[in-house]
């Protein structure tokens, strides 16, 4: 199984801001949907558009 998807322009290891959550380091991708660990909220599952390469 490749780590990248088609579907995301994020990786693992990814640093990402999120709107609410803050910031955090993508820990997993499958297709639009990440899971992040936050620094301030822990780990979250997000949809790739909620995020932004931070």
Do not use: C, P
């Amino acid at each position: 199984v490749s780590e990248t998807s088609a579907a995301s322009d994020f990786k693992r290891g990814d640093r990402v801001f999120h709107q609410k959550f803050g910031y955090g380091e993508v820990k997993a991708v499958e297709g639009n949907k990440l899971t992040v660990i936050f620094e301030k909220a822990g780990e979250k599952k997000v949809i790739d558009s909620f995020v932004e390469k931070g």
